[in-house]
């Protein structure tokens, strides 16, 4: 089957890469990697997402990777920061679709909830080659997928915990040989009276939060057919509504009340030749925002091409075009940006043990040139011994941001002469892995990366306006690590990771700018986790614990907010049986010792809270 | 008559002259001598606090309010309002804090039912709230009111007395509240003991600012090209004489010398943004504008009587702290320094 020979090659090609491996019951998907050599990639597939149901993606992200997350209260708004750069430094991906929003350029963590997705990954430094816009300080990609030959499965899980928290999830599958199809139907709720220490009255008492409730409900249908064995149609549609009643600073008073819905589809077709695969994608991303009643609307739709040609055993490239198209009807202003991309990427790979990447892209936006984004990289796995190896990954490339619809359209204040943000960043990382009694990974990496042109939106008077005023330089040390041994019928497994970022602003609004030289706001220096996870039988524990640091509130550093670490913990049970139907169990404490903490100034988060999970899946 | 004669001290926009009446003099505690600089905050921040400065010495408080009280104010700081003996931090995030003026420590607070609070007046035993009620969906307030708080130290709002659009600064007077309606250019009078509105005075340009001397109240009005300063016979509740002096995008900021002169704010906004000092000196019926200084991000004003010393707050966009500007009254800049986020007033004792 071709499928099956397209899966040795790859794996052939790039023997000790952690990637997603075709595998001939799974739906086809490029793996994020292939032409991502000497950039950071970390990814969380459906186990590890497990004990995540029923959570957001700003959970296992701040929880279990070196992005800050910051977030605006309990199930608020929540954006990621990677390597010390902004929200809108973020490219985030779902089944190879774009999915920030157009017009503010950036997207809500806590309104992707893990049930919708089955895999998660993470790239660090700038990617604009390989992902395009806004892959500045990272990108995000979220896969969802079916799996042939599987027949009937059913699952309903029950969530409930503190703070009125009852979430349900619904799956359902069926698949042959050459058709699969899974239907996934969620409802996640949480009123969030959480009991909190009220900073903003007299004699700071403890109140019950009474305005946070959060109110999701989504469907999720994933399709897959294997039209012969050359051709494969993949399909996905999400749809996702939330309705908030938004969290107010300590010390005021707001009623806003949130809702967003968002609508996303992808079709895609492949076609595996001899040596070449080619895959054409359409889909379609559509998000609305109504805050109290005012309504803001993006659309993009999106068609490209691709085609994966292996020449021999070492040249690998890959080439495609890509047509976008964002429709934007706000508030204030209605616009449309039409995009048109070219990229081009080469992999050499010299011999198992040494690739070489080049990756390539230009976008023109609205007739404009964005910045021409180029990237080598290399894995070079140096030194071998039976059963570990050292491997040095070494990148070096552009990124940029095109100015979002508001920057360059919002009424009034837009500015449409706004140049898209550019950066440069380069890295260098040293893996040490091994396999035995003991297997692990430990990697190091080294980065430094600078944004010009970065936007910032300043009041003259009455109106804000933005420019392209600042540049920021980051440099950091990234620590990660894993360690699995089994002691006699026990699995022990550890991950650990710490973060040194230090982000500061070069260039300021003006001379007298006293952000210059100072790291840039709610961006930690240092920041930790720490899972350990033990197994035994169908009987699992998890303690995990993250540490953020201190953190300045401004650009100019007068008030910082206090480092905080939390633990949480969980056990579970999944060989509970009656029948063909399973029941796994799970219970979890998160905030074991009921810190009593924020992440952004006043905006209180919740002490101590319990969850119980009950499945049951045939 | 000269409005140079009429008007002294009191350079606090908001400062009102209700507390004539109290004579007795209080001992002088840390904070209530020198000036108070009201930094508003940023807004969806709520890190809204108080300095203090001494302008002789120089020295400079941070943070005074959270100093003193271990809590941060948590707000967005609109108006300090000292009456009767203590001083109303009046947050336009739903708060008013009312602490001792010499220690700073916290004596009560308003901190329900309240939306968007601007200014505050005392009569009698109660406090009169000015408020601009909530925003509706395309971001008007048609629902403004005026709270009432029977007790000097704060409680909780027994009436709202619906008024016009975007209620300012309020002024108190006998059995009367004044209450500058800054969108319909109106005046309202509410009788203190019927709580409800008896009477309006219809303006040319929108009412910022109350202030008042020798029984003569003097509202500050601005219009797109003009300045008007309106004169109200308080026996009557009429408005008297008016001053129209041509003075272009006038902010609600301004500040009175004592002597002769006042200093406004100016802005021409959107997409300009050309901020300016000017001096406002009236002899007779003529008047003569002064530009004192240029810039842009101009936030507040303040004068301190004493030493003759104008004082600019620049908000420096919002995005840390912003700065004072301290200028003699000819507008030579005599120094400048950094305070918190957003300073919009000053409180000069």
Known sequence: ?????????????????????????????????????????????????????????????????????????????????????????????????????????????????????????????????????????????????????????????????????????????????????????????????????????????????????????????????????????????????????????MGSNTRDEQEDQSIRGVLDYFHFGKKSIWNLKTGIVQGKMIFNESLNQTTQYFVSGDWDQTFSEKWNTKTGIRYSLAQGKLSTYTADDTRVELYQSTKFNANEDLAISLNLRQLIYSGTFAPFTPSLGMDWSFWKRSNQYLQLKTSIGKGFKVPTLNDRYWNPGGNPELKPEESLSGEIGLNWSGTGKITWNQGLTYYKMSVDNWIIWLPKGNVWTPENIKKVSNQGIEYQGTLARQIGSWNWKLTTSYTFSKAVTTRGTDENDQSVGKQLPYTPQHQANANLRVQKAGFSSLIGTFFVGERAVTADNPRTMPSFQLFNFGMGYDKLTFGKLRFPVSFQINNILNTDYQVLYLRAMPGRSYQFNLSILL | ????????????????????????????????????????????????????????????????????????????????????????????????????????????????????????????????????????????????????????????????????????????????????????????????????????????????????????????????NEVIFYTVNLSSMTLGTSYTVPVANATKSIAFDGDDEMFVLTSSGWPDYNDTVVSIDIEGSKATVTELMTGSGFYGIGYDDDLDQIYVANAKGFQGNGTVTVLSETGTVIRSFDVGRGPSGFLVY
């Open chain 1, 1 to 249: 089957m071709f499928l099956l020979l397209w899966a040795f090659s790859l794996v052939a090609a790039s023997p000790i890469q952690d990637t997603v491996k075709l595998v001939e019951v799974e739906v086809y998907a490029p793996a994020l990697d292939r032409f991502a050599q000497g950039q950071k990639v970390m990814s969380w597939k459906k186990e590890d997402l497990e004990s995540y149901q029923g959570r957001s993606l700003a959970s296992i992200l701040q929880e279990k990777s070196p992005v800050f997350i910051r977030q605006y209260g309990a199930g608020m708004i929540a954006s990621p920061s990677f390597r010390g750069t902004s929200a809108g430094h973020t490219a985030i991906f779902w089944n190879g679709l774009p999915i920030n929003s157009p017009s503010l350029g950036q997207s809500d963590l806590s309104i992707l909830p893990i049930s919708a997705i089955d895999q998660v990954s993470l790239q660090f430094g700038n990617a604009g080659a390989l992902f395009g816009n806004e892959a500045i300080g990272g990108s995000i990609h979220l896969e969802s997928g079916s799996r042939f030959g599987n027949g009937l499965e059913l699952g309903l899980m029950q969530q409930v915990g503190s703070f009125g928290m009852l979430n349900t999830h619904l799956t359902g599958g069926f698949s042959t040989q050459n058709f699969s199809s899974k239907t996934r139907v969620y409802r996640e709720f949480s009123k969030n009276n959480f009991p909190y220490k009220d900073l903003g009255l007299i004699g700071t008492p403890e109140v019950k939060e009474d305005h946070a409730k959060f109110d999701q409900i989504g469907f999720v249908q994933d399709l897959g057919w294997n039209l012969n064995e050359r051709n494969q149609l993949k399909a996905a549609f999400w749809w996702n509504q939330t309705n908030r009643d938004v969290q107010p600073v």
């Open chain 2, 1 to 224: 008559m000269k409005l140079n004669q009429l008007l002294w001290a009191a350079a606090l926009i908001s400062v009102s002259f209700a507390c004539s009446d109290s004579g007795e003099e209080k001992p002088l505690g840390k904070y209530n001598n020198g000036i108070l600089i009201m930094n508003e905050g940023n807004f969806g921040t709520n890190d809204g606090e108080v300095y203090h400065l001494n302008p002789s010495s120089e020295a400079l408080l941070p943070n005074i309010f959270e100093t003193e009280n271990m809590r941060p104010f948590a707000g967005l700081l609109e108006d300090m309002v000292f009456e009767a003996d203590r001083l109303y931090l009046v947050a336009n995030t739903g708060k008013v804090e009312i602490v001792n003026p010499g220690d700073f420590k916290s004596i009560g607070a308003v901190s329900a039912e309240l939306d968007q609070p601007r200014s505050l007046a005392v009569n009698g035993n109660k406090l009169f709230i000015s408020d601009y009620g909530p925003y509706d969906a395309s971001y008007a307030t048609p629902d403004s009111y005026v709270a009432v708080v029977n007790g000097l130290d704060g409680g909780v709002v027994t009436k709202k007395i619906a008024v016009s659009n975007k209620p300012e600064d309020l002024f108190s007077h006998g059995n009367y509240i004044l209450v500058a309606g800054s969108e319909e250019n109106k005046i309202e009078i509410i009788d203190a003991t019927q709580e409800a509105v008896i009477k309006t005075l219809d303006l040319e340009a929108s009412p910022k600012q109350f202030h008042a001397e020798d029984g003569i109240l003097w509202i500050y009005a601005v219009k797109a």
